[in-house]
Structures are given as structure tokens and as C-alpha cells.
């Protein structure tokens, strides 16, 4: 009794002090975030010859006049880009774009001190309000008239973020178009710039096709991998092993827009829709892939998700690993900044939670660590060589984890992860209702970058979903040191999958 008592003692206090020294942490993260702000304003500056725009210091602000590139509507104090100007078919782009394809958490990212404040406030508002009820009926009214005056305004005001809308003009404006394939902070070796110089005017992903020899083609497969990875996660690992088994699959794995060899544009947003388009492009149209199971990781299973509502009748299967679900609770006002602060809960341990919070909540310290690692992955890989005496698997998980731009993993994180919100709800629903396909998910036992309760609640959202726990594995090793196990498991799936 005692000793469970000591336990219980222990555990309180290890979360106060982590709590405590949390906030000791971010607080001064918060400071050096805006310092860094204007070290590169003035580098962009330097390097680059002109200002470029960050969220940070861009609040929001009416936009009245946009010189006819883009036009801006409002229906019930909801601001949409409906059309941008002809100019964007330089560029290939659509001809709609949505603001709900853009995160507000790119450009409102509360600090740790002010969200406390508002916290503060909303406490003693209550109280306040309590305290107030005895008021006349006659000073009620007179409230509710100013209320609705004040409502009025608001729904006929028509704002957007500023930053959004000077990038997005910079997107389609022709003068802006830059043929520029890096900023001076990203790396600009021949792997990164590669997409650049191929004869692929399209710009197409980077795509890894594995063609079944000797054996008919039987189906094909489509693996999608998580943030900052590459398509190495599969072809390093299950690829040989299916390979070994002599699998009649036609497999393919992509590098996603912004990361390893596939382009990784200046201009572009990495909405989730620019996500799912290109990978339609690249293997769906490119490859005539009519039907096709689904192997998606992390960040990927939004992906997939995407895809299976989209191309439902066309799913065979559908394997999810480490899905970042977080249910938004019915009610919440703002689901993006929600599902933010479970991604990234401004923590300093587990190190794995100090190391999303820094990459979600903090632009320029992002970039920072981006200039330090990303740019000189070539040197890091070197030493990782030395020190590992040339081990594959740590040189293929370096490769993927540092050869991106912070542009692309910037906007992937907040459009993606942050962004869906509740629009997973509805992808769920969709396989739920409209999809027969099978459902598999997998997930490490001790995997503390997405929580196991992450794949129980896609199960509550899909009852027919099948959930494995890999014992004693994490958010890598479920895949990475057991790929002829997870191989197998794979090839069962397809195998007993219903069309």
C-alpha cells in the first residue's frame, strides 16, 4: 500500500514538474520564435533580394482590393477564394480554390501565455456573468441590441489572412513565377533538385514501381508514407521482402509532393487537395491503375482516407498504420486548433512531443532546424555512415526524414494533419457506409507520437475495422525490423480482401 502510494506521489509530482518546466520552456520558445522572425526577414533579404512573407506577423485584415486577381465572397461571415485569375493557367493549377483547403493554424498559433490568459479571462467572464444575473430587464435588452449590432458587423466584414492571399497571388502572378528550384536555407544537392532536371514537364511524384517477374500481375498495391518520410519506408523494407515471396502484386510507393525526389515547389500550398491530386496523376492516370488496395503510414492514412471517398468502388482493402484520428468533440469552434494542441501539446517529455510541438507551433524555429538539418543532410548522412558502419536502414530513415523543405513539411503539417479537423469524420463515414472493402490497422504497442487510441477511435467511426498491436513496437519498428512478418501480414489482407 505504501508503495503504491510512493508510486502514485511520484507520478503526480513527475507531472507537475513536467508541466511546470513546459511552460518555463515554451514561454521563452515563444520569444526566440519572434526574434528569429525578423533574423530572416532580413536573411530573406539579403540572400534573396526581397521580403518574403511568414504567418507570424501577418494578422488578420480586410482585403478590399485585389487588383482583379482573385475574387473574394461571404456567405454568413465565412470568406472563401472562389475564383483566381487567368494567370494561374500558367502554372497548371485549378481554377477554384477554397479556403477551407488552408489551415487557419498556419497563421493563428496562440502563445503559451496568451492562450493562458484568454483561459483567465473565460473563467472569470463566467463568474462574472454569474454574478450579474440580478441585472434589469430593461439593461438585458439594451444588451441584446448592442449584440446584434455588433453581429451584423461582423457577418457583413469580409477578412482573410493577409499572408494567404500575398502567397497565393505570388502562386499564379507570372512575374512571380520563380524558376528558382530552392530558397537560399534549403538544400540544393542533386537528390533534393532532382525533380528539377528530369524531363518531366508535368512534374510528376517520384514514384518507385515493383513489377511482379516471371508471374502474372494479379493486382496492384499503392503505399503511401508518413510525414517527413520517403517512399524508402516500403521499398527498403516490405518491397524485398514481397519480392522474396515471389508476390504477383504491382506495387507502387510514392515520394510525396515536398519530399524525397519528388518536386518540391516554392509556390505551392501542399494543400490536401494538391496532395491527392498528384498522387492521382502520377500512379492512378500515369500507370491505368483501375483497382487497388491501400497501404498507408501515418500522415499517409489521411491520404488514403482522401482517396478511398473519392475512388471507392475502386478500393480492394484498406491498411492503415498509426492513423492521426483525434475526434473533435461535437461543439468545438475551432476543430483545427483542436486536433493542433493533441499533435502538439507543448510539452517537453516524451522528447518525441518536444520535438512536434517546436515543428507545429513555431515557423521560424522549424526553418532553423530545417537550415541545420535538412540543408546539410549530405554531411549528417556521412556521419551517420561512420558511425553506423554504413547501416542501410539508418541511411534510408536519415534520407527520408531530412530531404524535404520547410515550406513543404511547414504546410503539409498544418494543412494535413492540423488542417482535416473534422473532415476525417466524413472520410470515415464514407468507407463506413459506402465502401465494402476490409479495413486493417496497425499500430505500435509503445508508439508515443500517435497515441493507440488514435486507431480505437477509427474503429468506433468503422465497427467492421480490424485492429493489431504490434507488442513492443513503436511508431518505425512496426514496419522497419519486421517486414517479412508485416509482408505476410499484407498478402493475407489482399488475399482474403472481397471485391
Same mark, same amino acid.
Given at each position: 500500500?505504501?508503495?503504491?502510494? *510512493?508510486?502514485?506521489?511520484?507520478?503526480?509530482?513527475?507531472?507537475?514538474?513536467?508541466?511546470?518546466?513546459?511552460? =518555463?520552456?515554451?514561454? @521563452?520558445?515563444?520569444?526566440?520564435?519572434?526574434? /528569429?522572425?525578423?533574423?530572416?526577414?532580413?536573411?530573406?533579404?539579403?540572400?534573396?533580394?526581397?521580403?518574403?512573407?511568414?504567418?507570424? /506577423?501577418?494578422?488578420?485584415?480586410?482585403?478590399?482590393?485585389?487588383?482583379?486577381?482573385?475574387? @473574394?465572397?461571404?456567405?454568413?461571415?465565412?470568406?472563401?477564394? =472562389?475564383?483566381?485569375?487567368?494567370?494561374?493557367?500558367?502554372?497548371?493549377?485549378?481554377?477554384?480554390?477554397? =479556403?477551407?483547403?488552408?489551415?487557419? *493554424?498556419?497563421?493563428?498559433?496562440?502563445?503559451? =501565455?496568451?492562450?493562458?490568459?484568454?483561459?483567465?479571462?473565460?473563467?472569470?467572464?463566467?463568474?462574472?456573468?454569474?454574478?450579474?444575473?440580478?441585472?434589469?430587464?430593461?439593461?438585458?435588452?439594451?444588451?441584446?441590441?448592442?449584440?446584434?449590432?455588433?453581429?451584423?458587423?461582423?457577418?457583413?466584414?469580409? *477578412?482573410?489572412?493577409?499572408?494567404?492571399?500575398?502567397?497565393?497571388?505570388?502562386?499564379?502572378?507570372?512575374q512571380n513565377l520563380s524558376h528558382d528550384v530552392s530558397r537560399w536555407s534549403d538544400c540544393d544537392c542533386g537528390f533534393c533538385t532532382s525533380w528539377a532536371s528530369t524531363s518531366d514537364k508535368d512534374h510528376s511524384l517520384f514514384v518507385k514501381t515493383q513489377i511482379p517477374k516471371g508471374v502474372a500481375t494479379k493486382e496492384d498495391v499503392l503505399f503511401i508514407h508518413g510525414f517527413i518520410s520517403s517512399s524508402a519506408f516500403w521499398t527498403e523494407t516490405v518491397f524485398p521482402s514481397l519480392s522474396a515471396s515471389s508476390s504477383a502484386y504491382r506495387l507502387f510507393a510514392v515520394d510525396l509532393l515536398g519530399f524525397g525526389k519528388s518536386p518540391k515547389p516554392a509556390d505551392s500550398l501542399y494543400t490536401l487537395r494538391e496532395h491527392v491530386e498528384m498522387i492521382e496523376k502520377s500512379v492512378l492516370h500515369k500507370h491505368n491503375v483501375k483497382s487497388f488496395h491501400i497501404v498507408a503510414h501515418s500522415l499517409g492514412c489521411i491520404l488514403a482516407l482522401d482517396l478511398a471517398a473519392r475512388h471507392g468502388g475502386l478500393i480492394k482493402s484498406l491498411t492503415l498504420l498509426a492513423p492521426p484520428y483525434y475526434p473533435v468533440p461535437v461543439g468545438e469552434k475551432k476543430?483545427?486548433?483542436? &486536433?493542433?494542441?493533441? &499533435?502538439?501539446?507543448?510539452?517537453?517529455?516524451?522528447?518525441?512531443?518536444?520535438?512536434?510541438?517546436?515543428?507545429?507551433?513555431?515557423?521560424?524555429?522549424?526553418?532553423?532546424?530545417?537550415?541545420?538539418?535538412?540543408?546539410?543532410?549530405? /554531411?549528417?548522412?556521412?556521419?551517420?555512415?561512420? @558511425?553506423?558502419?554504413n547501416n542501410r536502414t539508418v541511411n534510408f530513415l536519415i534520407e527520408g526524414f531530412m530531404c524535404h523543405t520547410h515550406n513543404a513539411a511547414w504546410h503539409t503539417l498544418h494543412n494535413i494533419i492540423c488542417g482535416t479537423g473534422s473532415k476525417l469524420d466524413t472520410y470515415l463515414d464514407v468507407v463506413r457506409d459506402k465502401l465494402k472493402c476490409n479495413v486493417t490497422i496497425f499500430h505500435g504497442e509503445n508508439d508515443e507520437l500517435i497515441p493507440i487510441e488514435c486507431s480505437y477511435n477509427v474503429k468506433q467511426r468503422?465497427?467492421?475495422?480490424?485492429?493489431?498491436?504490434?507488442?513492443?513496437?513503436?511508431?518505425?519498428?512496426?514496419?522497419?525490423?519486421?517486414?517479412?512478418?508485416?509482408?505476410?501480414? /499484407?498478402?493475407e489482407i489482399w488475399q482474403t480482401s472481397s471485391f
Open positions: 500500500m505504501a508503495v503504491m502510494m *510512493t508510486r502514485r506521489a511520484a507520478t503526480v509530482a513527475g507531472r507537475w514538474l513536467n508541466e511546470a518546466v513546459s511552460f =518555463l520552456v515554451f514561454c @521563452l520558445l515563444d520569444i526566440v520564435d519572434s526574434l /528569429l522572425c525578423l533574423v530572416y526577414k532580413v536573411a530573406d533579404y539579403v540572400f534573396e533580394a526581397e521580403w518574403k512573407p511568414c504567418y507570424c /506577423l501577418s494578422a488578420k485584415e480586410p482585403i478590399t482590393a485585389t487588383r482583379g486577381k482573385i475574387l @473574394l465572397s461571404h456567405n454568413n461571415g465565412v470568406s472563401k477564394i =472562389l475564383t483566381l485569375s487567368p494567370f494561374q493557367e500558367l502554372s497548371g493549377r485549378r481554377s477554384k480554390i477554397e =479556403l477551407d483547403d488552408i489551415s487557419e *493554424t498556419l497563421y493563428t498559433r496562440p502563445s503559451l =501565455l496568451s492562450d493562458l490568459s484568454v483561459t483567465e479571462l473565460n473563467k472569470r467572464f463566467v463568474k462574472v456573468s454569474r454574478s450579474d444575473s440580478e441585472c434589469s430587464h430593461h439593461h438585458h435588452e439594451k444588451t441584446l441590441t448592442k449584440n446584434k449590432r455588433r453581429k451584423t458587423i461582423t457577418k457583413s466584414s469580409l *477578412t482573410v489572412n493577409f499572408t494567404v492571399v500575398e502567397m497565393l497571388r505570388e502562386k499564379i502572378s507570372p476543430p483545427r486548433q483542436y &486536433v493542433m494542441k493533441k &499533435v502538439a501539446p507543448r510539452r517537453v517529455w516524451p522528447p518525441i512531443a518536444l520535438g512536434a510541438s517546436m515543428a507545429c507551433w513555431y515557423e521560424h524555429i522549424s526553418r532553423t532546424i530545417c537550415l541545420l538539418i535538412c540543408k546539410h543532410h549530405r /554531411l549528417w548522412q556521412f556521419l551517420a555512415k561512420l @558511425l553506423t558502419r468503422i465497427p467492421r475495422a480490424r485492429v493489431e498491436v504490434i507488442e513492443k513496437k513503436d511508431h518505425i519498428t512496426m514496419v522497419v525490423g519486421r517486414q517479412d512478418e508485416f509482408a505476410r501480414e /499484407l498478402q
